[in-house]
């Protein structure tokens, strides 16, 4: 957003009035550059008015309790993790809820701390913020205007259409799916490990080099395909993939696609597009692949719909069929969608599994414990399951929650008030920008003890019969302390599948596979332009353990 757009109407009447009287009065050539400085002087009271008497002298939120200096905006932007500079102020700086900050051009940003805070951006008030228009022309280049990137009424509808695909019956219907396409990543994670052994071991050990990152992509892309729109990209036995490759393309955590994503938020797309820079065209190539791809798909259901040679309990099968029958979309809409839940349904998991084995390499003793009850329920790798089985197992869940708060996929997310509105009690004017930070919030230490810490144990209960049962809510007063699918009207409409295909993702490998890092003392870096991931990627030592 420009300075003037959060302005009142004063500053947009001036430039307006300027305009009008150079055409009215000044038309002729020797009032030129009387009109010129004119428009000069009215720009810069403008400019003056926007960036120093408002934010300074009249800006209602210049009371509340403020990050010094305007660089904290380039800590929420270049943050190594995102994330980590907000959590230390919720730490440091007193607030009743809310936490001030502005940028270069004293633009005001909120952080919201609190239960209430959190309540009021994502609940109570929800539509009166939107993600800025930048971000969301942006993220429309990538996965159209889908559920993410849509807004007020259009969301509306759009949620109340695909509501009943996610509901948890239709979930757990799922299960067998991900648990069979995890156990051809198991087959394919040994074929790996044989293939590239590690130096310094035997082969009877059995030991061998495996990048988690780049399988846990593939696997949940295999898994989102068939789920989201009844194609199997068979991205596991394929490493030449095209989907893979162009998700990986647009998504591979780099400081120039950090760069390349500052500037579009800072620029027009039409701007932006112009650019001479390489990722334009990668963006531009990739995703016009994924489009045609989405595309060819919506055309291939559509007439098996027209030709009738599909049931309506085929068409079920898959959301894809479930949104058409509804016909509550159009053909454009669907690749959007399609694209939408192509990119967001395999990259959160993906990310979550990816650091859940970090977190078991960092605490190998809950690793030896969560595959004992893993092996204690299901016989083996190959046994079939149902929802019942993994959704029981106590540990699972507690490790798969915790990876989930101390590694949200998107660590950082930005609103903007499109209306006046009140947030913790706080008058808030139109143009403000809110900072939903789950990284900071998933660890503060108002929600949480031992916040920054892997602890799965507060996930876990004991019934009044001394059994370990999983609870939801870690212990924690409130829904509010964890917001890695955020909540309320805009949570993420794919959260309990997300969880479920993690469920089945970590039981698969832990029940199968012991490891740890290839370099022990590797430093991981936690980046990503909009998801997180580790830079140097997640390079593990997998062994296969016997008996299962």
Request: charged share 20%; with cysteine.
């Amino acid at each position: 957003m420009a300075f003037g757009d959060s302005l009142p109407a004063v500053g947009a009447v001036s430039l307006v009035g300027a305009y009008l009287l150079q055409r009215t009065v000044f038309e002729g050539t020797a009032f030129q550059s009387i009109y010129f400085y004119t428009f000069l002087v009215t720009l810069s009271i403008q400019g003056f008015y926007s960036i120093i008497i408002w934010p300074l002298l009249l800006n209602p939120l210049r009371h509340l309790p403020r990050v010094p200096g305007s660089a904290s905006h380039a800590a929420l932007i270049f943050d190594t993790p995102r994330g980590k500079t907000p959590l230390l102020w919720m730490k440091t700086i007193p607030n009743e809820g809310l936490i001030h900050m502005r940028d270069n051009l004293n633009q005001s940003y909120l952080l919201p701390t609190n239960h209430q805070a959190l309540l009021d951006v994502m609940s109570t008030n929800t539509y009166d913020f939107e993600k800025p228009w930048r971000m969301r022309n942006f993220l429309a280049r990538i996965i159209g205007f889908g559920m993410i990137t849509s807004e007020g009424a259009h969301h509306k509808k759009q949620r109340k259409a695909l509501t009943p695909a996610f509901n948890i019956k239709n979930i757990r219907s799922m299960y067998s799916l991900m648990w069979h396409k995890t156990g051809m990543l198991l087959d394919e994670l040994e074929k790996e490990a044989k293939a590239n052994p590690m130096e310094g071991t035997s082969p009877s050990e059995g030991v061998g080099k495996i990048e988690m990152a780049e399988w846990a992509s593939r696997l949940t892309l295999d898994i989102i395909g068939p789920a989201a729109m009844g194609r199997d990209l068979n991205s596991l036995q394929n490493k030449k993939n095209k989907v893979a490759e162009s998700f990986a393309s647009i998504l591979e955590p780099t400081k120039e696609k950090m760069f390349f994503l500052v500037m579009n938020f800072a620029l027009p797309q039409w701007m932006a597009k112009r650019v001479p820079w390489r990722m334009n065209k990668i963006l531009e190539t990739e995703t016009k692949y994924l489009r045609m791809t989405c595309n060819e798909i919506v055309q291939e259901k559509r007439d098996q719909l027209a030709e009738s040679k599909a049931s309506a309990q085929d068409l079920e099968a898959d959301i894809l069929g479930t949104m058409m029958l509804g016909g509550d979309f159009t053909d454009t809409e669907l690749v959007d969608q399609m694209l939408t839940f192509l990119a967001a349904g395999h990259e959160t998991t993906a990310s979550a599994l990816t650091w859940a084995c970090y977190l078991l390499h960092q605490h190998p003793t809950y690793q030896t414990r969560l595959r004992d009850e893993i092996r204690s329920k299901i016989p083996t790798g190959n046994s079939p399951i149902t929802h019942t089985d993994l959704e029981s197992l106590p540990l699972l869940n507690g490790v798969c929650q915790e990876v989930l708060r101390l590694y949200p996929t998107v660590p950082t997310t930005v609103r903007e008030a499109v209306r006046n509105t009140t947030v913790a009690g706080k008058y808030i004017p139109v143009g403000t920008r809110i900072v939903l930070c789950p990284w900071a919030i998933n660890r503060s230490p108002l929600f949480w003890e031992r916040g920054e810490e892997f602890y799965p144990e507060r996930w876990i209960d004991v019934d009044k019969h001394g059994n370990s049962v999983p609870n939801n809510n870690g212990r924690a007063a409130t829904n509010y302390a964890q917001i890695t699918f955020l909540h309320g009207q805009r949570s993420c409409i794919g959260k309990d599948f997300a969880r479920a295909e993690l469920r089945c993702a970590v039981a698969g490998v832990v029940g199968r596979f012991g490891f740890e890092m290839q370099d022990p003392n590797q430093k991981i870096t936690v980046s990503g332009a909009v998801t997180i991931k580790p830079v140097e990627g997640m390079n593990l030592a997998m062994r296969r353990i016997d008996g299962w």
